[in-house]
T-cell receptor
């Protein structure tokens, strides 16, 4: 079946630094990728939708300059948390929707990336 | 706007007992409905989905859910709980028609007691 890989799965950084999280579709082309944020014991909140080759569409209240999303290829989207602060500590999950191959018309989630900002 | 309400943030059952996780939705268009399971520090795994076909949907691991339009509900059930079912369960809704933008409920943590 379709597989989405997120890297890193765990990351700890100092306040003020930037962190990049990668989301890759391993055996299908992902025309659309979604980025979610999940606080402890809470639900997933959609941050943004990214389509390959175009700018991401951010949800209301999400700072686009804070959370930079790039979807430069059909198999890779990245989320960069810029100038991270402790309140950005969270579990970030991506999902990918593909066309063709094992990921056709299927929404597949990555395993998530846990960010801790000290 | 679409929304999902999951009644009960925690549900505890005995092994072998019926599992019932409740989900009610709100949608201005015919919805697509989903149930996902999340194990600690992992992503989400799709259990089942309703996409306007049969109202009783069977999923993986013995779970099923029934779409009831009159009650705007999509409750998840399993006849006999197993220890491995202990996890967080999320109900989600989308507008369908190719849109995979999901709105999630707050989740229900299922505990299975031996």
């Amino acid at each position: 079946g379709a597989v989405v890989s997120q890297h890193p799965s765990w990351v700890i950084c100092k306040s003020g630094t930037s962190v990049k999280i990668e989301c890759r579709s391993l055996d299908f082309q992902a025309t659309t990728m979604f980025w979610y944020r999940q606080f402890p014991k809470q639900s997933l909140m959609l941050m943004a939708t990214s389509n390959e080759g175009s700018k991401a569409t951010y949800e209301q209240g999400v700072e686009k300059d804070k959370f930079l999303i790039n979807h430069a290829s059909l198999t890779l989207s990245t989320l960069t948390v810029t100038s991270a602060h402790p309140e950005d500590s969270s579990f970030y999950i991506c999902s990918a929707y593909g066309q063709g191959g094992s990921g056709a018309n299927v929404l597949t989630f990555g395993a998530g990336s846990r960010l801790t900002v000290l | 706007a679409q929304s999902v309400t999951q009644l009960g943030s925690h549900v505890s059952v005995s092994e072998g007992a019926l599992v019932l996780l409740r989900c009610n939705y709100s949608s201005s268009v015919p919805p697509y409905l989903f149930w996902y399971v999340q194990y600690p520090n992992q992503g989400l795994q799709l259990l089942l989905k309703y996409t306007s076909a049969a109202t009783l949907v069977k999923g993986i691991n013995g779970f099923e859910a029934e779409f009831k339009k009159s009650e705007t509900s999509f409750h998840l059930t399993k006849p006999s709980a197993h220890m491995s079912d202990a996890a967080e369960y999320f109900c989600a809704v989308s507008e369908g028609g190719g849109s995979e933008k999901l709105v999630f409920g707050k989740g229900t943590k299922l505990t299975v007691n031996p």
